[in-house]
């Protein structure tokens, strides 16, 4: 049963609306169109055979990386000879067998996770702006990420990875038209960790639920909580994911993932009060068929 849901919403941190993004259009309802990448970034193919190569969990040996005269981006298990050296040197990397995971961490260099949720966090990030600080998690290891659309109209600025030491800019690719979601690409120079989806309509009731998010700044911070139900949304009509999970100003645009660390939902706001009585533990998340519909195209 999905219920209106009374009472003050509450979506965190939010500023004055910074000047709009216009949303990237082509073809399909609601999805943007795969942006021409800056010099530097690999195009999709490129970068979709680096996440193949560059950290494929099953295959042992050396992958050599180069850029040709013409700008093409090369992976091979063969070293470049004469003619083909190109100036600007070839890249090694050793891949070992075994080690990374499918889904949530294909393409980290870390150290093994030691669960489904310490993986999870690592496909997660800051965004940060003079007036705003919130949430965004991987869901292509191209660099695409999902964040909330309130979070970029305070004027989000960059995007910050959960190890608090590198940052990073992004390309706003589109925001949609009817829901607190917006798809934004990091300009990482190396594949990204991601996230997996699964149906927000394969939960139930009591089902323990994770927030991902940096409440106060404090990045890559976890609480939990179960799931409650669906509520009906009263700016849009359409269904949200109640959860139990505290969240503060800062996890607006975080992952809602499960026990093993697949996304149910965007975290987007809570219900602080009814008339004078303050709430708590009453959190909303889009839920990620939404996101899949919106942006299934940029989905690995």
């Known amino acids: 049963m999905v219920e209106t849901i009374p009472g003050t919403?509450?979506?965190?941190?939010?500023?004055?609306?910074?000047?709009p993004v216009?949303?990237?259009r082509h073809g399909v309802k609601g999805r943007g169109p795969r942006p021409s990448l800056?010099?530097?970034?690999?195009?999709?193919?490129?970068?979709?055979?680096a996440a193949l190569l560059w950290a494929a969990p099953c295959i042992a040996g050396t992958i050599y990386k180069w850029v040709d005269r013409s700008g093409v981006v090369h992976f091979s298990d063969r070293k470049?000879?004469?003619?083909?050296?190109?100036?600007?040197?070839?890249?090694?990397?050793?891949?070992?067998?075994?080690?990374?995971?499918?889904?949530?961490e294909s393409a980290s260099s870390l150290t093994e996770a030691r669960s489904p949720i310490e993986?999870?966090?690592?496909c997660t990030f800051t965004?940060?702006?003079?007036?705003?600080?919130?949430?965004?998690?991987?869901?292509?290891?191209?660099?695409?990420?999902v964040t909330c659309k309130h979070v970029l109209a305070a004027g989000a600025a960059s995007a910050t990875l959960n190890d608090g030491e590198r940052t990073y800019d992004f390309k706003v690719i589109s925001e949609s038209p009817s829901r607190d979601l917006a798809l934004v690409l990091v300009l990482t120079p190396d594949p990204t960790p991601y996230l997996s989806l699964r149906d927000a309509g394969t939960l139930v009731p009591g089902e323990r639920l994770y927030a991902i998010g940096a409440p106060a700044g404090l990045q890559a911070t976890v609480t939990d909580g179960v799931f409650t139900g669906f509520?009906?949304?009263?700016?849009?009509?359409?269904?949200?994911?109640q959860f139990s999970a505290p969240v503060n100003p800062g996890n607006s645009g975080g992952p809602?993932?499960?026990?093993?660390?697949?996304?149910?939902?965007?975290?987007?706001?809570?219900?602080a009060a009814r008339g004078a009585i303050p709430l708590s533990g009453l959190g909303f998340a889009i839920p990620s068929d939404y996101v899949r519909e919106e942006y299934g195209a940029y989905l690995p």
């Open 9 to 19: 919403a509450c979506q965190g941190q939010r500023g004055k609306p910074g000047s």
């Open 22 to 24: 216009r949303a990237l």
């Open 38 to 49: 800056s010099p530097g970034r690999w195009p999709w193919a490129a970068a979709l055979t």
């Open 80 to 104: 470049p000879k004469g003619p083909d050296i190109p100036e600007g040197g070839v890249e090694e990397r050793e891949v070992k067998s075994g080690g990374a995971q499918a889904g949530a």
């Open 119 to 122: 993986s999870a966090t690592r």
């Open 127 to 145: 965004i940060t702006g003079a007036r705003v600080m919130g949430s965004g998690f991987f869901i292509s290891p191209e660099g695409y990420a």
């Open 231 to 241: 509520r009906k949304n009263r700016d849009n009509g359409e269904k949200a994911v």
């Open 256 to 271: 809602l993932v499960d026990e093993q660390g697949r996304v149910v939902g965007v975290v987007s706001w809570k219900l």
